[in-house]
């Protein structure tokens, strides 16, 4: 094949381009290849066409495939981990919470501070590779100090975070080297902290000032869209099954509240706390790809924690008036 020939396949591989949402390699690199034909061979120019075609079809795929397009899914996107026995640790986690429960304030304190000090030491260590000197301990104990805070008294979880604020900058301080900014591994040890910690302070809050049917309904929702989410949003190549299925569960979750009559709960308010649920906890799930410097970061205490980051605090101010006005 000639040059002119070999011009008409660059330019048709070329036209192509719109659809497969890149560009291939420039044409310098591609002559480069073809021109090493040993002389007397026929040029590899059809073999690099179709080599780069595979090449740049498998980019765009990936683009196509995920839940969210673009870069939305590589920075915010709801990843869920399938590897290991996921079905297994949500059952576990169920069975874990339940008996939190059913023993008290002690035992709820406890599970959800060694959670959120795991998902606080996770998330600081996912920010290592970035050269982002966030300190794991320091996140962690951040982390579980808040939740013991909210189980003492909510008003001391300000006195905790200002704790925690004040040992951020001093380790950054101490471990500061020359590529970091101490604010900026202060403020994402702070990052890795301060969500989960708050999490865990408002289920204890919910349980010591407000009502164990409270708590134990918090927690019921967000089981349920866990559930829901992550039993249809794996196999599902789009963004709104998984989601819509965590509403499904949530209201036959509510369904079961409204028929037991699970106090504080009666009839319409439980409908209104099931709305809130349904719209807080994807948006959980987005906040804990927003604390993580990927969406594709590994966090499996974190993510065991996602869908409470937004409705937790939400709730809880909720259920205080909701109770305020009811008694």
């Known amino acids: 094949m000639g040059p002119d020939g070999q011009a008409t396949r ?19 690199q591609v002559a480069e290849v073809a021109a090493a034909a040993p002389a007397g061979r026929t040029p590899l120019w059809r073999q690099v066409e179709q080599e780069e075609a595979a090449r740049w079809w498998n980019r765009a795929r990936v683009v196509r495939e995920p839940r969210l397009p673009g870069h939305w899914q590589a920075r915010y996107g709801a990843v869920h981990d399938i590897d290991g026995p996921r079905v297994r640790m949500g059952l576990l986690w169920l069975v874990v919470v339940g008996v939190a429960l059913a023993i008290g304030l002690p035992a709820v304190t406890v599970v959800f501070a060694v959670v959120g000090a795991l998902a606080a030491h996770q998330v600081a260590r996912a920010w290592e590779p970035r050269n982002v000197e966030a300190d794991p301990w320091v996140a962690a104990g951040a982390a579980a100090l808040m939740v013991v805070a909210g189980a003492v008294d909510l008003r001391w979880v300000g006195a905790a975070v200002l704790v925690a604020v004040l040992a951020a900058l001093a380790v950054a301080q ?38 164990l049917g409270a708590c134990a309904v918090l927690l019921a929702f967000t089981l349920a869209y866990d559930a829901g989410d992550f039993l249809v949003g794996t196999g599902s190549p789009n963004a709104y099954e998984g989601p819509l299925a965590g509403w ?37 799930q987005v906040a804990a790809s927003a604390i993580l410097p990927s969406s594709h970061s590994s966090a499996p205490a974190l993510r065991r924690l ?11 101010f909720a259920i205080g008036i909701f109770l305020q006005h009811h008694h």
């Open 10 to 28: 660059y330019r048709t591989f070329d036209a192509q381009k719109p659809a497969l949402r890149s560009r291939p390699a420039t044409r310098s």
């Open 248 to 284: 499904l569960a949530i209201a036959a979750a509510t369904m079961v509240v409204v028929v037991l009559h699970v106090p504080p709960f009666r009839g319409a308010p439980t409908w209104e706390f099931a709305a809130l649920a349904a719209l807080t906890c994807p948006l959980g």
């Open 306 to 316: 996602d869908s409470l980051l937004v409705l937790a605090p939400v709730y809880t």
């Open 174 to 211: 101490m471990n500061a080297r020359r590529h970091s900014s101490v604010y900026t591994d202060a403020g994402h040890t702070l990052l890795a902290a301060v969500p989960v910690g708050l999490v865990g302070a408002c289920v204890a809050t919910n349980l010591r000032y407000d009502d």
